[in-house]
Each structure stands twice: as C-alpha cells, then as structure tokens.
C-alpha cells in the first residue's frame, strides 16, 4: 500500500518507488501495527505539486 500511496504522490510508476526504496533508502518498521516509513530520494518538484513541500523542508531542513 505505501508504495502505490508514495508513487500517487510523487507521480512515479509503483515499480520505480519500489526500485528506488530498495537501493537508496531506509525502510523502518514501526511499533504500531501496520506503521512503516519509508525515506527516499526524490526532486522538490514532487512534494510541492503533492501539496508536501512545508513538511518536507520541516523534516529535513531544506
């Protein structure tokens, strides 16, 4: 589910978030059930036309 979320949000194909979390990123998972996290690179571009680029510059100090 979170990469079919993360490739909605970030205009990517499922395949090339999932291509992407597997050689570049951290994958956590998370106490609660069914809680994950997964980080990975991606342009500015796509946080600000998924309406996430406040958060994003909050998280990461960008």
Known sequence: MSSLLLS???GYAKVEV???ATLTVAIEIGRRA?????T???PME???KAGLADVV???YGV
């Open 46 to 48: 796509r946080p600000q």
């Open 34 to 38: 069914g809680m994950v996290t997964v």
């Open 18 to 20: 999932a291509n992407r």
């Open 40 to 42: 990975l690179p991606a």
């Open 57 to 59: 510059r909050e998280q």
């Open 8 to 10: 909605v949000l970030l």
